[in-house]
């Protein structure tokens, strides 16, 4: 099974960076995985941060453009998300969640979160 382990968070003062990591096993070969960060903080819904396809394509959220990056270890299989200039606004849980396009006789789709990390920037 896929599982994923989310690391990094800890406190910080606005200007400052995190890199947070989501350490991926159980991949299938027969699938191609798109990894995606997410955020919730506290009374607001859960937002899209930015996502790495299974090809390296990348996409982020406006409100993190240019100051967040994602990248992806292949080897390690970790996906990582350096954050710089790092914002109170930027303060919640961050979750990495795979998204996955599997042919095997058939295809089909699968998700997975994994557990958060907080973020906290004071």
């Known amino acids: 099974h896929v599982q994923l382990v989310g690391s990094g968070g800890g406190s910080v003062q606005a200007g400052g960076s995190l890199r947070l990591s989501c350490t991926t096993s159980?991949?299938?070969?027969?699938?191609?995985?798109?990894v995606n960060w997410y955020r919730k903080a506290l009374e607001k819904e859960r937002e899209f941060v930015s996502s790495?396809?299974?090809?390296?394509?990348?996409t982020y959220a406006d409100s993190v453009k240019g100051r967040f990056t994602v990248s992806q270890d292949s080897a390690k299989k970790v996906v990582y998300l350096q954050m710089n200039n790092l914002k109170p606004e930027d303060t919640a849980m961050y979750y990495c969640?795979?998204?996955?396009?599997?042919?095997?006789?058939?295809?089909?789709?699968?998700?997975?979160w994994g557990q958060g990390t907080q973020v906290t920037v004071s």
């Open positions: 969640k795979t998204d996955a396009n599997c042919e095997y006789g058939g295809s089909w789709t699968d998700a997975v």
């Open positions: 159980g991949y299938h070969s027969y699938c191609r995985y798109d």
């Open positions: 790495v396809t299974s090809d390296g394509t990348t």
